[in-house]
């Protein structure tokens, strides 16, 4: 077994630098005291190439007092030809005499003769492992929190991209994530659903939203006790992000209702939710099992008169579902809404394509209806 001996020379405290950055990065302490060795080590190697290359280095660092020793293993020898990794048995025995020939000891190196080279390799490892460190964090920490919400704040933005500060973690909001209109501001502190994490260019990427259905279902958890208890399901959410959303709702307990606890007293937890989306209008409706008393709901404000539904099952499986609605005349454009953005979200909501038709139209069709099998009943009778 080798011996080892040292030269101890007084250095600076590293360890207040090293905890400090430790803090800032969330980095273990040890982790981090162990990467700066390595880069000491890497730094050796690259310094002594060639014939003078040192085949063995050990770097360690004082976890009480700071101090830096490097270590290197040579031979004892009785006369030197490779000055790296040799000592001749003179100088061995001047530092302990019970060393003989062929004996292995670590000595120990200054760490000034690391020179400026080496000091660079040695910065540029430590930054590498601190990097390391970093991703595996961030990794490990976003891995669990996809489909949950974020806080984070707005760092800066691109042509495309919007950078975001989550937790000491940079995560990018793309451009199909972020809502129409809406200003990103440099340090503004927003809300996000993190959508996944991806490793591009070697490091990790947070990718988060804005436009997902689920930051809305995730706000109401947030917002809404009897939600987050399980007392009141979120059953289908429908957006057009910036603009409106239709959220449709039920009670698990007959003693809630669902409608109300989300709304409020006086509108204040939907208008909380609102404003989190920067002014986003949202209905809240009472989802049904029987798809006509629920596209009905889904179609507020406008009044409905009658659903018909028909659901057909294609060859391949896949089903078609198809409604037409009767409104009073007077409800037709609220049920279309402004550029058909009602029917539409009701449509998404509901998972039927909605057909509506004015009652005036109806009627006129019913009409002639009647008068076609009236005109057959006719024919029939002008045969006999």
Known sequence: MAKKITQEEPRDNVLDAIKMLAKERGIEEEELITAVEEGIVTAFRREFSGSQSIEHVEAEIDRETGEIFVYKLVEVVEEVEDEANQISITDAQAMDPELELGDEIEVGIEVEKLGRLAATAAKSAI????????????????????????????????????????????????????????????????????????????????????????????????????????????????????????????????????KGACVGQRGQRVQEIMNELGGEKIDIVDWNADPALFISEALQPAKVLRVDTEITTNEDGSQERKAKVIVPDSQFTLAIGRSGQNVRLAARLTGFKIDIKRESEEIIEATQLMGDAFQVVESDGDDQ
């Open 127 to 258: 930054s590498q492992k601190v990097r390391d460190a970093e991703y595996r964090r961030i990794n490990e920490e976003f891995s669990g929190r996809i489909g949950e919400l974020a806080s984070g704040i707005i760092l800066r933005r691109d042509a495309r991209n919007v950078y975001v500060d989550i937790d000491r973690a940079e995560a990018v909001l793309p451009r199909e994530g972020q809502i129409r209109n809406e200003l990103y501001e440099t340090n503004r502190t927003m809300k996000f659903l993190v959508l996944c994490v991806e490793e591009h260019n070697g490091r990790p990427s947070i990718t988060v939203s804005r436009t997902s259905n689920e930051l809305v279902k995730k706000l109401f958890e947030l917002e809404i006790p009897e939600i987050k208890s399980g007392e009141v399901i979120i059953q289908a959410v429908s957006r057009e992000p910036g603009s409106r959303a239709k959220v449709a709702v039920y009670s698990r307990d007959e003693n809630i209702d669902a």
